[in-house]
DNA sequence: ATAGGGTTAG
């Protein structure tokens, strides 16, 4: 205690408290400073508190008691616990701090850091109301002309989703330095006006490495991961330098495109430049490793972090699970609650799905089980699907339907479609046609107007429900996709989008679709016999199944790549069962071995067989053709509105199951139907297209 | 005495 007197005379307080002040020590300095009165100077008062909230969260709990004893805090003082409270789990306590400087017996009144500190507690808890209110009196303080308020609004409305608030404020500022920049392309590329997002910042005067990072995330996380990558090297063309940030969502890019040779690339870079081996940035190591297939690669970065957190545990077990190796997958979780790391949400979908490729369905239920009676985490309708798939795939159809009937909520489309997937394994039609049937009656509402609809509300000024979508959005991290393959050649990844004619060797590719086309022909693959499961769980419906993007990528493979080369595919979607079997068709007759990465897992293509048999196969004989065709109901009575659209609705509408493939029927089944119409199949073409359909 | 923008797992 003798050198703590010391320190005290010597030195200001801030010197006292760091973040490895324990509990105990706090009170022992505590106590020092009371009995050497330090703290009746409301100067020094303050820094203690300060020093004291900020440097350690644990501590808040002290800071906030030690304030409701002192009658004459600074504004200084209420500042510092605003500015803890933003950053802490409990950003809603900063407002008790801000009402009591407006209730101040001292005429104290909010500054410039106080509205800093709380528009960013705004952002954290997403309440839009509250932003509305503090942004209120923003204006009515005179405060937003100060740049460090401008980028924090502009950062709390993209945190809300409310683009054109972020546009309104950043309009608003004459002159926007570099920050506010930055934070309205960050908030553009967010939202998915990313193309604005790269005029801003191209319009940029100047631009650090926060910029480039921020149109670079910006990219990678709407799946524009090329042009992230490309930014990149843009990036390193003009000698801007990478740091361990900017690099995650470099990794991000190249994992989803499924660059390995880039990845790898990135990981020499990180080790040659000795970038900080954050476990962000090794978790984003392990996750590209894992998903570009070299899963030893990806274990072997596992096992050099020194500290894992969760997102570095669900990354391995998640990679383990979907390169099939289920055993290992649940090595790693039981590791994981050893060493002490609790499991969240995602972990245990990745766990379900280890012990769903392997058929592990005790240990499996035991585990969904778990979930709530040991980490009290609330199974979500992923879990539940999770289960369906788990039952559904070991051949306990029924259990799986036991499942669904028992959802404590609706269940979805994935639940469903986990069903129709175990349906067409073990040939269960009936079963199948109620998933269907239920997949279709679900597919037509989930528009997914997210946006449209919280613009609803906040025009109605609802800020309660418009607060509810943005949570749900940004907690299940709502994304357009469209359907896209990439396929490396030399280093150099080429991505093809459905239908994606602009390669510059397109000719060629054409030329290379049509030689698959007849040598499957020749081989006795004739489409039109061939069953077609229209997919409808994702979003590829266009019309020619031809020009699905993994097919453009492995003619292009097959022009490009020697005979000897394997042909590896990264697809962001789920691979359709079309493209599926025509895959196991060209690796016979092409004799190339094709691996396929499509969203939930790895397909090894080789001599007319795929690495995923059971879980691939579908029924061969009895042929379902799913079609959904949206088509617009007529407004049967409407005539007080004339010709307009109100009374329309987009309805699910026709399930054509095609049976006894020689001379084919089709069953027309309408939502809602309970007696099925025959008719007879006219020539179906090798293109199931939508039909608009009028009724 | 105190500030701001970019990052990971389903």
Redesign the pocket.
């Known amino acids: 205690m003798s050198s703590l007197r010391c320190t005290i005379t010597k030195n200001p307080i801030?010197f006292l408290v760091d973040t490895s002040t324990t509990l105990n020590q706090l009170k022992q300095i505590h106590t020092q400073l009371l009995i050497n009165g330090i703290l009746n100077d409301?100067?020094?008062f303050?820094?203690f508190v300060?020093s004291i909230a900020?440097n350690n969260p644990i501590n808040l709990t002290y800071s906030n008691r030690l304030l409701d004893h002192c009658h004459n805090p600074?504004?200084?003082?209420f500042?510092?616990m605003i500015?803890a409270h933003c950053?802490s789990s409990t950003p809603h306590k900063s407002f008790e701090f801000y009402k009591r400087i407006l209730a101040s017996t001292h005429r104290l009144s909010p500054?410039?850091?106080?509205?800093?500190?709380l528009v960013?507690s705004c952002?954290q808890i997403l309440s839009l109301e509250s932003g509305m209110l503090v942004h209120g009196s923003v204006l009515k303080h005179g405060f937003d002309s100060?740049?460090?308020?401008?980028?924090?609004l502009?950062?709390m409305y993209?945190?809300m989703g409310c683009l054109d608030s972020c546009h309104k404020v950043f309009d608003q500022i004459p002159v926007?330095?570099?920050?506010?920049?930055?934070?309205i392309?960050?908030?553009c590329?967010?939202w998915g006006e990313v193309v604005l997002a790269r005029k801003l910042f191209d319009e940029m005067p100047v631009?650090?490495?926060?910029?480039?990072?921020?149109m670079?995330?910006?990219y990678?996380?709407c799946g524009l991961s090329r042009k992230a990558l490309d930014l990149f090297n843009l990036m390193q063309i003009e000698g801007v330098k990478?740091?361990?940030?900017?690099?995650?969502?470099v990794?991000?890019a190249c994992?989803?495109l499924g660059a390995l040779d880039q990845g790898r690339w990135a990981h020499a870079y990180i080790e040659k430049n000795r970038l900080k081996m954050?476990?962000?940035?090794?978790?984003?190591l392990i996750?590209m490793y894992a998903?570009c297939g070299d899963m030893n690669k990806a274990m072997e970065v596992f096992r050099c972090m020194r500290e894992r957190?969760?997102?570095?545990?669900?990354?391995v077990i998640?990679?383990l699970?979907?390169n099939g190796a289920g055993k290992k997958c649940l090595e790693l979780f039981s590791m994981m609650k050893q060493a002490g790391v609790r499991p969240?949400?995602?972990?245990f979908?990745?766990v379900l799905?280890g012990c769903s490729v392997v058929g592990l369905v005790e240990e499996g239920r035991e585990h969904f089980d778990s979930m709530r009676r040991v980490y009290r985490i609330e199974p979500?309708l992923?879990?539940y699907g999770c289960l369906v798939d788990l039952y559904g795939r070991a051949g306990h159809l029924d259990e799986a339907l036991n499942v669904i009937d028992d959802m404590p909520m609706k269940p979805h489309a994935g639940a469903w479609g986990a069903l129709l997937n175990a349906c067409t394994i073990y040939k269960n039609t009936e079963m199948g046609e109620l998933a269907s049937r239920k997949l279709v009656e679900l597919e037509a509402k989930n528009h997914g107007a997210y946006v449209l609809l919280s613009n609803i509300y906040a025009d109605s000024k609802e800020w309660d429900k418009v607060t509810d979508v943005r949570q749900v959005m940004k907690?299940?991290?709502v994304k357009k996709l469209p359907g896209c393959s990439a396929i490396e050649v030399d280093g150099e990844v080429h991505e093809f989008f459905v239908g994606d004619e602009s390669h510059p060797r397109y000719n060629e590719i054409e030329f290379m679709l049509g030689e698959i086309s007849r040598r499957l022909k020749l081989a006795g693959y004739v489409a039109n016999t061939k069953p077609v499961l229209f997919d409808i769980e994702e979003e590829e419906k266009e019309d020619a199944l031809c020009k699905h993007s993994e097919k453009i990528a492995i003619a292009f493979g097959l022009i490009s790549l020697k005979q000897h080369q394997p042909i590896s595919i990264v697809k962001n979607l789920r691979v359709c069962w079309d493209c599926h079997d025509v895959t196991m068709m060209i690796s016979k007759i092409f004799d190339r071995e094709i691996t396929v990465r499509d969203r939930?897992r790895f397909h090894h293509f080789k001599d007319g067989q795929c690495s995923c048999k059971g879980y691939c196969t579908r029924i061969r004989d009895t042929i379902m053709i799913l079609l959904v065709c949206s088509f617009k109901k007529q407004s049967s009575s409407s005539s007080s509105n004339s010709g307009s659209d109100e009374n329309s609705s987009e309805k699910p509408a026709i399930i054509l199951k095609v049976v006894d493939p020689p001379e084919p029927k089709i069953v027309v089944i309408m939502a809602g139907d309970e007696k099925p119409s025959f008719l007879a199949m006219p020539a179906v073409s090798s293109t199931i297209c939508r039909c608009d359909h009028q009724v």
């Open positions: 801030i409301p100067h020094l303050g820094q300060a900020l600074t504004l200084f003082t500042n510092s500015r950053k500054d410039n850091y106080t509205f800093n500190f960013r952002a100060d740049p460090h308020v401008q980028s924090g502009i950062f993209a945190e926007p330095d570099l920050v506010c920049q930055t934070a392309v960050s908030a590329a967010k631009r650090d490495l926060i910029a480039w990072s921020a670079i995330a910006g990678a996380q990478v740091n361990e940030v900017s690099m995650v969502s990794l991000s994992t989803h954050t476990v962000t940035l090794g978790t984003a996750d998903k957190n969760v997102y570095t545990w669900t990354s998640n990679g699970a979907m969240n949400e995602v972990t979908i990745s799905r979500q992923e879990h907690a299940k991290g939930n």
